[in-house]
């Protein structure tokens, strides 16, 4: 039953002439867990996270979707019952393949309740971001190959010793480390000291 409620698919390739025309309005949603939406995403896609808790408010009507989404936007989004609304989540390729009690039918179903043009892009954000990975951002884009990198000083190459067999530096310095003929019997990884590796 839910099936019959919920809009229609779009392909990436319209998707992408309606972004890059500017004559509609297109409100991007991504269903995805925050963890791979934070990872990377399509430019100017809001997240609505896929929780337990999300999807039972919703099917209540405890939240309306207009606020959902004005609460997961970065910034004020203009609302119009007329825009497009385009919904993606990693790979689903059309509607019919939606268990009718998973998240991204529920959204749908709450969507195409305030929105006239309520559409699933077909592949989701794994066909999008294959064929068009220049028109989505993220942080994976942004983390450098060091990740203490920015923390030691220019001039510094390799691991920053702090205290006789303790140094301070990255993955990549560790394995110049052990190409070299120094042991290491203790290594932190990162600026953030988040990890402790090893070395024997």
């Not at 606020?67 to 825009?83: G, M, P, R, T």
């Not at 028109?135 to 030691?152: A, M, Y």
Request: charged share 20%; proline share 4%; aromatic share 6%.
């Amino acid at each position: 039953m839910a099936h019959e409620m919920i809009g229609t698919q779009i392909v990436t390739e319209r998707l992408v002439a309606l972004l890059e025309s500017g004559t509609e309005k297109v409100l991007l949603i991504d269903s995805r867990p925050f963890v791979e939406y934070n990872t990377s995403h399509i430019l100017e896609a809001i997240n609505i996270n896929c929780s337990k808790l999300m999807k039972r408010r919703l099917q209540q009507d405890k939240v309306l979707i207009t606020e959902l989404i004005q609460h997961s936007a970065k910034h004020k989004v203009d609302i119009d019952c007329n825009q497009k609304v385009v919904v993606y989540d990693q790979s689903s390729q059309d509607v019919a393949s939606l268990s009718s009690d998973c998240f991204l039918t529920v959204l749908l179903g709450k969507l195409e309740k305030s929105f006239n043009s309520v559409h699933l892009l077909a592949g989701g954000f794994a066909e999008f971001s294959r064929c068009f990975p220049g028109l989505c951002e993220g942080k994976s884009t942004l983390v450098p190959t060091c990740i203490s990198q920015p923390c030691l000083p220019v001039a510094n190459i390799g691991p920053t010793r702090i205290l006789p067999n303790l140094y301070l530096g990255c993955q990549r310095d560790v394995l110049n480390k052990v190409g070299a003929s120094k042991r290491l019997s203790l290594y932190l990884l990162g600026a953030a000291g988040e990890a402790a590796w090893n070395i024997l």
